[in-house]
């Protein structure tokens, strides 16, 4: 009788742990917390935005007051070459955004901020190879190269990372540009022009944020 009982005990603490344990499976689950994802807003017009109207407004001022005299210069130059002056530089879209990502990328590591990027007129010598060996597609012909800036003491400067990884001033590695084009002196702090002044390892490409070798040429399927 005994034994009985007892195994009479042990059935029913096992069905009752038994329908527990089904209780539990069969709760009904939490739930998910709602995820409520906000719509991007979207994104204003930045002030510098021109007009199609004043875009070609500008293009064909350039026509008229520049491109005959580049011509006139080369010609002199090179008459026995017909030269048809670049009105445009391009970049492909994914390399300007790996650009940017990059030269924030190298900004934040020196723990300094981008205040701007420069572009700066530049033209190609006459030359099949530049000093450190990169071949020039465009000899002659006008172009651009981006610099960024950063603040000092209010004013931006044009910076490159050094190889101990804090941001440099080009103004101190390259040195101002004296004179070219000028019987004067050009004291501004912020002057652009850039003229190696000794072999210095700034030239080296690993520490350089500047951006050129873009595609360059005549009026392209005559935008404007």
Known sequence: MKNTRKVGHVLLAAIFLFMASCKQQTKPSEAPEETHQEEAEPVKPPKGLISLEESKSLYDNYSRNRVALIQEFEAQRSPEEKFDPARYTS???ATIKQYMAYIEQEAKGAKVDISSIRFYFANYPNEE???????????????IFMVPTMK???EDYGFYI?????????????GANKGMGSNE??????YAGFVPSAP??????????????????????NDF
Request: proline fraction near 10%; charge should be positive.
């Open 200 to 221: 210095n390892p700034v030239f080296q490409k690993g520490g350089s944020l500047n951006m050129n070798h873009g595609s360059s040429g005549p009026p392209p399927n």
């Open 152 to 154: 000092v003491d209010g």
């Open 162 to 174: 050094g190889e101990d990884g804090q941001a440099k001033l080009i103004k101190d590695a390259v």
């Open 91 to 93: 970049f492909d879209y």
């Open 129 to 143: 190879k530049f000093p450190d060996g990169d071949k020039i597609v465009h000899p002659r012909q006008n172009s």
């Open 185 to 190: 002196v050009k004291k501004d702090r912020a």
